[in-house]
């Protein structure tokens, strides 16, 4: 009896396993699946918000009326320097939403981010960081929830790419799949070995892997080799690393703008070394844009690439204090760079405007902090 028990077990762990091969699709034979389409228009505004970071010992109330200040700040600088009729037309949520967050704070985040899409008429799209699967739910509670929120973008098939958040915006004349592709936005999951369940507390970091870059070469293919593309994710790749030293210890003449306090968190480790853009530039890269690293908002031109890393969006977990008066040559260095003359906290928002369908963009930093005396809000144009 206990052997055909066995017998039975075995089985049936068999039939699941198949069932779970086959329930696994090849992405390259379903590319269009993972193209959502939004209509075009220039001065197409991209609000990056970065690194929320809500947690256990977080105030959703004071977290809430810091996102209120800031949108409406961003809203009123969008309307006085391009028209009455201008928006934020797509917030990107760069990862790191959360950490160590409960269901609560995921219902309340999707919530907050509903309502503020009904009053400012904007989309969202989230990319996962590694913290936000460093939880106190399940993952695919998450994705779930994405999934069903209506003014969410948001695709996470079972397939064979990497990770959970890999989807293609694509703004088109009329924004359908019927008509020309102006701007393609590239999603990519940059990776982080979390578990995927509950209670995850095991940290590591990753990369994007070659099948993804793959993947977003065929998804360029469909849309036309001609469109430009901007990619958004979290974790800096290896191509951040040797921008970084071919400045400071090659010598090279490279534009690069903003502050860089601390490390990338992981790149220039061998073992998480990404092909990305190094590929994707020969494919009408125009941009990547990510976050994770706090301390860190530099933004440089690599090989015809713009790569920046977005402001980290509030004052969860830690960000740096930017002091005028310090002897630190980065700190100096990018004080140079924005020409601001009194202390703030490198904490705000990144705004990326689409001027043409040419390929050609304006991307500005807002440190942002509130103040009793009155708010400090500045801009500072890339």
Known sequence: MKKGLVCIILVAVALFSLAGC???????????????????????????????????????KSSMDYLDKLLKEVNDHIVATQGASAKIDLIELTGDMFMLANSYHLSTFINYFEEKAEEYGFLYAPVWGNHDRHSLYNPNELANRFKNAPHCIYYEPSDDLYGRSNYIINLTEDGTKNSAVAWMIVHLDSGAAFSE???SVSRDYDDIRPEQTDWFIKEHALAGEDVPAIAYYHIPQDENEKAWKA??????????????????????????????????????L???????????????????????????????LYFAHIDVNSDDQWMKAGLDSVGITENFDLIGASLVTLTSRDGSFELEHLYFNERENGNFAVWVKW
């Open 22 to 60: 086959a329930a696994t699709t090849r992405s390259s034979d379903h590319l269009e699946d993972y193209v959502f389409t939004v209509q075009y228009h220039d001065q197409f505004n991209i609000l990056q918000l970065t690194d929320i970071h809500w947690n256990v010992n977080t105030s959703t």
């Open 197 to 199: 369940t509950e209670l």
């Open 247 to 284: 400045v400071t210890e090659n010598g090279a003449d490279m534009k690069n703008k903003f502050f860089k306090l601390e490390g990338f968190a992981d790149n220039g480790n061998e073992e998480y070394a990404s092909d990305f853009i190094d590929r994707a530039k020969g494919h009408n």
């Open 286 to 316: 125009k941009a990547a844009f990510m976050g994770h690293a706090h301390n860190v908002d530099w933004t440089v031109e690599y090989e015809g690439v713009v790569i920046g890393l977005g402001v980290k969006t509030g004052d969860e």
